[in-house]
């Protein structure tokens, strides 16, 4: 095969090939995302790959506390929660009570229900309310693009030196290099890339992804200078 510009039948066949291969089948995983079909919530949750790629950097850093901004119907949830050790935690934030609902049941059927906390409620106002509890060793921001320079700040503030932080969905199908974006996703995702660029209390980089949801990306950071809670 000669390289060339990619085709969506060609990195679809690639991410197929991927997640055939490295992540394979998963009834646990492949029922939660049935389930909040069925309850109709949109298809985006991140893809399989993206998934274990959270799971991995969980286990890779050690992982007892993990904080997840974004909950959906628990897909992402319940492959962080299988990161951690028995006695960890993730504690994830939901703004909407009917995915909550579906999540709690999509995770407690997992059998990782006991090491996840749901806190139901919008971003800006749960997570003030975490700050004195023990430092989370990874953040996940997934949820309103319009605050993830809001939700890295709470990441550092709640995180300490040393701190993973993920954020999902940083491509954009390519919108996120239009600096004259009139779209409030884009611009609240660019905010949040210039933080994680001019902040010190952040190194970070980000990856394009191409997988089973299209053409996106993530960002990854380290928190390497502790934030105020
Ligand atoms: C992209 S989905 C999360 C997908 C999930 N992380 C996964 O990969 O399986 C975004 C979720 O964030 C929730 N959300 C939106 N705005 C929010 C806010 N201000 N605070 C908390 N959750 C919010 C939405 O209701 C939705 O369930």
Redesign the pocket.
Known sequence: MTAHDPTPETWRAVDRYFADTLVGPDPDLEA?VEA?RAAG??D???APV??KL?HLLARMSGARRVL????????????LARAVPEDGRVV?????PD?AAV?RASIDRAGVGGRVDIRI??????LPTLAGEEPFDLV?I???K??NALYLDWAARLGRVGTVVVV??VGRGGAVADAGTTSSQVIGTRKGLALLGEDPRFEATALQTLDAKGWDGVAIALVVRPGEA
């Open positions: 939660a909040q919530m949109p985006i949750e991140v993206n998934g959270l997840e901004i974004g909950t959906l119907g628990g897909y992402s949830t319940i492959w994830t934030i939901e703004a909407e995915n999540a409620g919008r971003g800006e106002h749960v996940f997934d949820a309103d319009e605050s999902d969905n």
